[in-house]
């Protein structure tokens, strides 16, 4: 009886045990790429490297200019259009909770979360470029469609997490609808929408099956957004699968860079967003 | 715009008196004009609010709808030309015409379930760690935070760190047991996959270990048992709904990844013979030949795999929402 | 004489199928405290939230009649119109914690868009703020968070928000049943200062509140209004037998 126990309890602990090896070996692999991407890529950036565009193989002082123009350029486009219509669906979602609409709004945001990348590209590549041909447009369009359900999904869950009391406070003093959501609601779950959106942005920083054919890539300096474009994730992808060093070299300098921006991303959306919560 | 202040406005209490001259004491002519002006301005835009709302509400469903029936138009020609025999077909050659997707449903499905095989133990492990064994601290808040980065890094990124480092460590382990030692395939996308779907699972599954009622575990803990036993016996029965569902979401990224696993599958269009050879998976074929497929047949084949893939991870994804509304109710 | 301010006619409120109330017909005169009670569940919420439009602020709910304040029908106004003339306090105090007690206090102008001058906008706080009796405690304050203060503080400025708009009926929905009693006492001997410019309805479910603050008393039971009387009529001598019964306690 006794020794049924102790092996009970030796059981109990060996599976605890167990548990914690497997929960902190998920993290080995994260700190490996870390570790690797940015020693291998720190040393790749420098002046030039920063200032100049890619260069034929053989010739020294490449750059990534024209890649980190371009991410920024798509990436603001793309937020242009989809913060907007991300946090108005997301007013809508939680200011209808009951409505059919709302339920199939509801759906299709669901739907369009699980939408693998590619397929959004495919669509981009169907609505866009096949009429007008690559452009960097159609891969902001491609990219907003992404950060879509990101954006709506924290600003719904935001604001019904609110209580009722303070659109009734709103209300009760003669404020029209837009003014309670705009003035009262809205600022009030201003740090849970931040976090969408700065999550959102975060997320197509790196996003590359959408460009391969929408912004199709460009080896020269454009801010022309009905023309083709490099993005720093699609000339990672380019040069990643060449024989030749120097491009290699390239894609780490362009690795470390967008790895630092997402990750650094990540985390300041983890802080500001828990200094601004506003304290109800 | 500096809107002057109306009358009515101004009837403060004079300070004398502190009385206050209600409205309805003021004769008519101050009574209204500028506010009730201004009020009917606010009633229009709130009336344009509402509707801005309602128009992009419907934007979304129009947004999904058009994507499915786009995807179904510019598949046409190829489910006219090719039929059932398109998913059957074991030859995937452009050249020739023949364009068989069999080969590319097979590296996906193989290279998803072993990614979601390996995966699990680690996922699972997570979920327990913290939301039985550690729920708070400074420690578990690291590892959570960290175990959501995993899923922050580009997928590109992973594919390069997965040719420069995982592919030579494969190709080794592969020679010393035998198997034709290339490093790309199916196994090392599998690898990658794995790492790249634990945060699904494991947040998921976190929350729901979470939502487990404590009088439960109390009334396995009063009878004797181990902490093992309550897991075993009381918090993953009672929670195995949700864990399935988090396994669904994982599925879904896998299914539909696309950029680590075409860095690294070695993309050839023959059928995969084992879990060693190189292959392609749906995204992987779709991102590498959809900007040269010229051919109408070609390209619409091309499109009629989006469309499945878009069919199969909407299915997963919409299975693993309903199981956690489920359990959350 | 007291002229009426408030005047419902006929009026019914339902919650998808369910009637909460009905028929309601009553008379409110100008400048008093008018205390509307009743057992939980009897729609005295309701036909308090219909007065001002925000009962229908609630999917599913809608109403029926008449409600006339002076002699227009609230239901055929524009609710905005109803609620920058008819001011309402919550059971909880709920004031915006985004907003510091300064622009709490003018909220109602400042979150509608309507610009005043500086010197304006001190005057209509102070004043609020004095009317409430919380000018004292917290004009070395105004900078702070509305949420800083404690529960009574910050009731009364909801109360001195909703003052500030100058409204000619003050709603109260249970106000200080979420606070303690030296609060309460507080609040109370407010609303005798603030009938002497507004007309104020207070839902309560306590009894003793009922009669230490009103001029009439409303005695609602399954969203019909029972009795309406003059006070001290009321709880000395009830004419119908249900009002006697809650009144005595034979059920609550």
Same mark, same amino acid.
């Given at each position: 009886?006794?020794?049924?126990?102790?092996?009970?309890?030796?059981?109990?602990?060996?599976?605890?045990?167990?548990?914690?090896?497997?929960?902190?070996?998920?993290?080995?692999?994260?700190?490996?790429?870390?570790?690797?991407?940015?020693?291998?890529?720190?040393?790749?950036?420098?002046?030039?490297?920063?200032?100049?565009?890619?260069?034929?193989?053989?010739?020294?002082?490449?750059?990534?200019?024209?890649?980190?123009?371009?991410?920024?350029?798509?990436?603001?486009?793309?937020?242009?259009?989809?913060?907007?219509?991300?946090?108005?669906?997301?007013?809508?979602?939680?200011?209808?909770?009951?409505?059919?609409?709302?339920?199939?709004?509801?759906?299709?945001?669901?739907?369009?979360?699980?939408?693998?990348?590619?397929?959004?590209?495919?669509?981009?590549?169907?609505? #866009?470029?096949?009429?007008?041909?690559?452009?960097?447009?159609?891969?902001?369009?491609?990219?907003?469609?992404?950060?879509?359900?990101?954006?709506?999904?924290?600003?719904?869950?935001?604001?019904?997490?609110?209580?009722?009391?303070?659109?009734?406070?709103?209300?009760?003093?003669?404020?029209?609808?837009?003014?309670?959501?705009?003035?009262?609601?809205?600022?009030?779950?201003?740090?849970?929408?931040?976090?969408?959106?700065?999550?959102?942005?975060?997320?197509?920083?790196?996003?590359?099956?959408?460009?391969?054919?929408?912004?199709?890539?460009?080896?020269?300096?454009?801010?022309?957004?009905?023309?083709?474009?490099?993005?720093?994730?699609?000339?990672?992808?380019?040069?990643?699968?060449?024989?030749?060093?120097?491009?290699?070299?390239?894609?780490?300098?362009?690795?470390?860079?967008?790895?630092?921006?997402?990750?650094?991303?990540?985390?300041?959306?983890?802080?500001?967003?828990?200094?601004?919560?506003?304290?109800? | 715009?500096?809107?002057?202040?109306?009358?009515?406005?101004?009837?403060?209490?004079?300070?004398?008196?502190?009385?206050?001259?209600?409205?309805?004491?003021?004769?008519?002519?101050?009574?209204?004009?500028?506010?009730?002006?201004?009020?009917?301005?606010?009633?229009?835009?709130?009336?344009?609010?509402?509707?801005?709302?309602?128009?992009?509400?419907?934007?979304?469903?129009?947004?999904?709808?058009?994507?499915?029936?786009?995807?179904?138009?510019?598949?046409?020609?190829?489910?006219?030309?090719?039929?059932?025999?398109?998913?059957?077909?074991?030859?995937?050659?452009?050249?020739?015409?023949?364009?068989?997707?069999?080969?590319?449903?097979?590296?996906?499905?193989?290279?998803?379930?072993? =990614?979601?095989?390996?995966?699990?133990?680690?996922?699972?492990?997570?979920?327990?760690?913290?939301?039985?064994?550690?729920?708070?601290?400074?420690?578990?808040?690291?590892?959570?935070?960290?175990?959501?980065?995993?899923?922050?890094?580009?997928?590109?990124?992973?594919?390069?760190?997965?040719?420069?480092?995982?592919?030579?460590?494969?190709?080794?382990?592969?020679?010393?047991?035998?198997?034709?030692?290339?490093?790309?395939?199916?196994?090392?996308?599998?690898?990658?996959?794995?790492? #790249?779907?634990?945060?699904?699972?494991?947040?998921?599954?976190?929350? #729901?270990?979470?939502?487990?009622?404590?009088?439960?575990?109390?009334?396995?803990?009063?009878?004797? =048992?181990?902490?093992?036993?309550?897991?075993?016996?009381?918090?993953?029965?009672?929670?195995?709904?949700?864990?399935?569902?988090?396994?669904?979401?994982?599925?879904?990224?896998?299914?539909?990844?696309?950029?680590?696993?075409? #860095?690294?599958?070695?993309?050839?269009?023959?059928?995969?013979?084992?879990?060693?050879?190189?292959?392609?998976?749906?995204?992987?074929?779709?991102?590498?030949?959809?900007?040269?497929?010229?051919?109408?047949?070609?390209?619409?084949?091309?499109?009629?795999?989006?469309?499945?893939?878009?069919?199969?991870?909407?299915?997963?994804?919409?299975?693993?929402?309903?199981?956690?509304?489920?359990?959350?109710? | 004489?007291?002229?009426?301010?408030?005047?419902?006619?006929?009026?019914?409120?339902?919650?998808?199928?369910?009637?909460? !109330?009905?028929?309601?017909?009553?008379?409110?005169?100008?400048?008093?405290?008018?205390?509307?009670?009743?057992?939980?569940?009897?729609?005295?919420?309701?036909?308090?939230?219909?007065?001002?439009?925000?009962?229908?602020?609630?999917?599913?709910?809608?109403?029926?009649?008449?409600?006339?304040?002076?002699?227009?029908? !609230?239901?055929?106004?524009?609710?905005?119109?109803?609620?920058?003339?008819?001011?309402?306090?919550?059971?909880?105090?709920?004031?915006?914690?985004?907003?510091?007690?300064?622009?709490?206090?003018?909220?109602?102008?400042?979150?509608?868009?309507?610009?005043?001058?500086?010197?304006?906008?001190?005057?209509?706080?102070?004043?609020?703020?004095?009317?409430?009796?919380?000018?004292?405690?917290?004009?070395?304050?105004?900078?702070?968070?509305?949420?800083?203060?404690?529960?009574?503080?910050?009731?009364?400025?909801?109360?001195?928000?909703?003052?500030?708009?100058?409204?000619?009926?003050?709603?109260?929905?249970?106000?200080?049943?979420?606070?303690?009693?030296?609060?309460?006492?507080? !609040?109370?001997?407010?609303?005798?200062?603030?009938?002497?410019?507004?007309?104020?309805?207070?839902?309560?479910?306590?009894?003793?509140?009922?009669?230490?603050?009103?001029?009439?008393?409303?005695?609602?039971?399954?969203?019909?209004?029972?009795?309406?009387?003059?006070?001290?009529?009321?709880?000395?001598?009830?004419?119908?037998?249900?009002?006697?019964?809650?009144?005595?306690?034979?059920?609550?």
């Amino acid at each position: 009886m006794k020794g049924k126990i102790k092996y009970r309890i030796g059981k109990s602990g060996g599976f605890q045990l167990l548990t914690v090896i497997l929960a902190c070996s998920c993290v080995l692999p994260l700190i490996a790429i870390l570790v690797y991407i940015i020693r291998a890529g720190i040393t790749k950036i420098n002046w030039s490297f920063l200032t100049n565009v890619e260069k034929p193989v053989g010739e020294l002082g490449g750059g990534v200019i024209h890649a980190l123009v371009g991410s920024m350029l798509i990436i603001f486009f793309a937020s242009i259009i989809a913060i907007p219509i991300g946090i108005l669906c997301g007013i809508f979602l939680s200011e209808n909770k009951k409505s059919r609409l709302a339920y199939w709004c509801g759906l299709s945001v669901d739907i369009l979360q699980g939408v693998p990348s590619i397929v959004i590209g495919i669509v981009a590549y169907i609505w #866009m470029v096949k009429p007008f041909g690559y452009s960097a447009f159609s891969g902001s369009a491609a990219l907003a469609v992404m950060m879509l359900p990101i954006i709506i999904r924290s600003t719904e869950e935001t604001l019904k997490m609110l209580p009722d009391s303070l659109r009734e406070a709103a209300f009760a003093l003669g404020m029209p609808f837009h003014r309670v959501i705009l003035k009262v609601i809205v600022p009030c779950g201003i740090s849970g929408i931040l976090s969408g959106v700065m999550l959102s942005v975060a997320r197509i920083a790196g996003e590359t099956a959408p460009l391969l054919f929408t912004a199709f890539g460009y080896q020269y300096l454009s801010t022309n957004m009905t023309k083709p474009m490099e993005t720093l994730p699609h000339l990672i992808f380019k040069y990643a699968v060449t024989p030749y060093k120097d491009w290699q070299d390239l894609a780490w300098g362009a690795s470390c860079i967008l790895l630092l921006f997402v990750l650094i991303l990540n985390i300041l959306t983890k802080l500001i967003t828990r200094k601004w919560k506003v304290q109800l | 715009m500096a809107t002057p202040v109306n009358n009515e406005l101004l009837t403060r209490p004079d300070n004398t008196s502190g009385r206050v001259i209600s409205s309805s004491k003021l004769p008519d002519e101050v009574k209204g004009t500028k506010r009730v002006r201004r009020s009917h301005r606010q009633i229009r835009t709130e009336n344009v609010f509402r509707r801005t709302l309602i128009i992009v509400g419907l934007t979304m469903v129009v947004l999904v709808l058009g994507i499915l029936i786009t995807l179904i138009v510019q598949s046409t020609p190829s489910i006219k030309s090719l039929g059932a025999a398109y998913l059957w077909g074991k030859t995937w050659d452009p050249v020739r015409d023949i364009y068989g997707a069999l080969p590319f449903l097979v590296g996906t499905i193989l290279t998803s379930f072993l =990614a979601l095989a390996i995966s699990i133990p680690f996922s699972f492990a997570v979920a327990i760690f913290l939301g039985e064994y550690y729920p708070k601290g400074w420690f578990p808040d690291l590892l959570k935070n960290t175990v959501e980065l995993i899923a922050a890094v580009p997928s590109v990124i992973y594919g390069f760190w997965g040719l420069a480092v995982l592919v030579p460590i494969v190709r080794s382990f592969e020679s010393s047991i035998g198997v034709s030692s290339i490093g790309y395939g199916i196994f090392s996308s599998s690898l990658i996959l794995a790492v #790249m779907i634990i945060p699904y699972a494991a947040s998921l599954g976190r929350s #729901m270990i979470q939502m487990v009622p404590s009088n439960l575990k109390e009334g396995a803990y009063a009878l004797g =048992a181990t902490r093992w036993e309550v897991i075993r016996s009381v918090i993953l029965p009672y929670t195995k709904s949700g864990l399935f569902a988090g396994v669904l979401l994982s599925l879904g990224r896998a299914l539909g990844e696309t950029m680590a696993v075409t #860095m690294v599958i070695g993309n050839t269009s023959f059928m995969p013979k084992n879990i060693f050879s190189t292959g392609n998976t749906m995204a992987s074929v779709i991102a590498n030949e959809l900007p040269e497929a010229d051919k109408t047949v070609y390209n619409s084949a091309l499109i009629e795999l989006g469309l499945v893939l878009f069919l199969v991870t909407v299915v997963i994804n919409m299975i693993g929402k309903r199981v956690i509304s489920r359990f959350t109710n | 004489m007291e002229s009426t301010i408030v005047k419902s006619v006929n009026y019914n409120a339902y919650f998808g199928d369910n009637h909460v !109330v009905k028929d309601v017909n009553i008379d409110i005169p100008r400048n008093n405290v008018i205390a509307v009670m009743g057992p939980s569940g009897c729609g005295k919420t309701t036909f308090l939230r219909g007065i001002n439009r925000m009962h229908e602020l609630i999917p599913g709910a809608t109403a029926k009649g008449k409600i006339l304040l002076n002699t227009e029908d !609230v239901m055929e106004m524009h609710p905005i119109f109803v609620r920058l003339k008819i001011g309402m306090v919550f059971q909880r105090p709920n004031p915006f914690p985004n907003l510091s007690i300064y622009d709490n206090v003018i909220a109602g102008y400042k979150l509608n868009g309507i610009k005043l001058p500086k010197a304006e906008k001190d005057k209509i706080v102070e004043h609020s703020l004095t009317r409430v009796a919380l000018w004292k405690e917290v004009k070395d304050s105004l900078t702070k968070k509305g949420s800083f203060l404690s529960g009574g503080q910050q009731q009364r400025l909801c109360i001195a928000r909703a003052v500030a708009m100058e409204p000619e009926v003050l709603l109260f929905d249970e106000p200080t049943s979420a606070l303690d009693p030296i609060s309460t006492s507080t !609040v109370e001997e407010l609303f005798h200062e603030l009938k002497k410019n507004y007309t104020l309805i207070i839902v309560t479910h306590n009894m003793q509140q009922a009669a230490r603050v009103s001029d009439k008393t409303a005695f609602f039971y399954m969203g019909e209004l029972v009795e309406y009387d003059d006070t001290k009529q009321m709880f000395t001598n009830p004419k119908d037998t249900r009002t006697q019964n809650y009144i005595t306690g034979r059920f609550s």
